[in-house]
T-cell receptor
Framework: SAVISQKPSRDICQRGTSLTIQCQVD?????MFWYRQQPGQSLTLIAT?????????ESGFVIDKFPISRPNLTFSTLTVSNMSPEDSSIYLC???????????FGSGTRLTVV | LAKTTQPISMDSYEGQEVNITCSHN???????ITWYQQFPSQGPRFIIQ???TKVTNEVASLFIPADRKSSTLSLPRVSLSDTAVYYC????????????FGSGTRLLVRP
């Protein structure tokens, strides 16, 4: 299965600022997924990012707040814009789904907004 | 409204078998059921995946009834290191298709 490098692993940010999270995959993948995991909660899908097209956002998530880039088949970024304390969560990227090993997840970015 | 539900928590002792069930009544016809393990400060880690009946690998078994509206993860002989949160993941078909994680089951294995 793919190996994902996700950066940064954690950050503490001031409200009103933006943070860009990067995911690098060791192989080419068609779809990449971005999730949010609020403290003590399950994972919620934010959006699906295909290379060469606009990301598809789930209900409750909008491009202005969570812009996504997918410049090639091994890389994607998620930006959390104009942050507020409610954005404090773990953000994870994921790839896969077509193999016998399900989806592979990055180690996550723990974001704290103060 | 598609829901994927699991027990909030379970307690067990070392060496026991643990069975965790996930209900997914709106599972999409062609989708697999996948289970993940998550430790604090880590991303979810793949455990097992299946479509129907029973699947077994070196760490777990997965039981899926014919209607596929639920699945049961079976950990044969748990150890202290199996203390973690366990999630099921399925594709569901409601007004549209989407991947949904279960609510997660926090397993505590005691000595």
């Amino acid at each position: 299965s793919a190996v994902i490098s996700q950066k940064p692993s954690r950050d503490i940010c001031q409200r009103g600022t933006s943070l860009t999270i990067q995911c690098q995959v060791d192989s080419q993948v068609t779809m990449m997924f971005w999730y949010r995991q609020q403290p003590g909660q399950s994972l919620t899908l934010i959006a699906t990012a295909n290379q060469g097209s606009e990301a598809t956002y789930e209900s409750g998530f909008v491009i202005d707040k969570f812009p996504i880039s997918r410049p090639n088949l091994t890389f994607s970024t998620l930006t959390v814009s104009n942050m507020s304390p409610e954005d404090s969560s773990i953000y994870l990227c994921s790839v896969g789904g077509q193999s016998n090993y399900g989806y592979t997840f990055g180690s996550g970015t723990r974001l704290t907004v103060v | 409204l598609a829901k994927t539900t699991q027990p909030i928590s379970m307690d067990s002792y070392e060496g026991q078998e643990v069975n965790i069930t996930c209900s997914h009544n709106n599972i999409a016809t062609n989708d697999y059921i996948t289970w993940y393990q998550q430790f604090p400060s880590q991303g979810p880690r793949f455990i097992i995946q299946g479509y129907k009946t029973k699947v077994t690998n070196e760490v777990a078994s997965l039981f899926i009834p014919a209607d596929r509206k639920s699945s049961t993860l079976s950990l044969p002989r748990v150890s202290l290191s199996d203390t973690a949160v366990y999630y099921c993941l399925v594709g569901v078909k409601d007004s549209s298709y989407k991947l949904i994680f279960g609510s997660g089951t926090r397993l505590l294995v005691r000595p």
